[in-house]
T-cell receptor
């Protein structure tokens, strides 16, 4: 699976949009971009995934660049409960998830 | 949504004893379950992949005789830490893959088990 690079930490004000970037310049054509988050001392929680097109669900939006070398996870109205480590993972169907260091997002009041 | 449970959520044991952790998929069948370990302030590290009815595949550096994995049914996998030592103290997390997943094969995670070896 392609390596991903994320900033180690980010801050966001409560109520504002949180935009979390991820670079995956070596991603191959059959690899999806997955986002998970882990709130302290809990198991990871699935957020969203995509292949080429932008995706949106009740939790977040995923914007993937046309060349697929990077993506951005958008939490439209961040709350204090969104404080967590966010992991961006590139994987092909069927492969196991391997986690990098992720981005510690802190939402401030 | 798919739910994965783990039991116990927290366990304290004495050095030299064995501890069993259960992972169950509650509302779906999982042919594959994964076991991760997470030390404080670190990311999750994959330990092994557990396939129903067959032997688990361990990642490099993980001792298969120390971390025994059994995946006897489509809804249950167990991890037994044998002869536990303080350095085995960690947060153990299991994950199950939805049997019905198409190309994307979502994985669902349990809440984790905090093991402390004294």
């Amino acid at each position: 699976d392609a390596k991903t690079t994320q900033p180690p930490s980010m801050d966001c004000a409560e109520g504002r949009a949180a935009n979390l970037p991820c670079n995956h310049s070596t991603i191959s054509g059959n690899e999806y971009v997955y986002w998970y988050r882990q709130i302290h001392s809990q198991g990871p929680q699935y957020i969203i995934h995509g292949l080429k097109n932008n995706e949106t669900n009740e939790m977040a939006s995923l914007i993937i660049t046309e060349d697929r070398k990077s993506s951005t996870l958008i939490l439209p109205h961040a709350t204090l409960r969104d404080t967590a480590v966010y992991y961006c993972i590139a994987r092909s169907g069927g492969s196991r998830l391997t986690f990098g260091e992720g981005t510690q997002l802190t939402v401030n009041p | 949504g798919a739910v994965v449970s783990q039991h116990p959520s927290r366990v304290i044991c004495k050095s030299g004893t064995s501890v069993k952790i259960e992972c169950r998929s509650l509302d779906f069948q999982a042919t594959t379950m994964f076991w991760y370990r997470q030390f404080p302030k670190q990311s999750l590290m994959l330990m092994a992949t557990s396939n129903e009815g067959s032997k688990a595949t361990y990642e490099q550096g993980v001792e298969k005789d120390k971390f025994l994995i059994n995946h006897a049914s489509l809804t249950l996998s167990t991890l037994t830490v044998t002869s536990a030592h303080p350095e085995d103290s960690s947060f153990y997390i299991c994950s199950a893959r939805d049997l019905t997943g198409g190309l994307s094969y979502e994985q669902y995670f349990g809440p984790g088990t905090r093991l402390t070896v004294t």
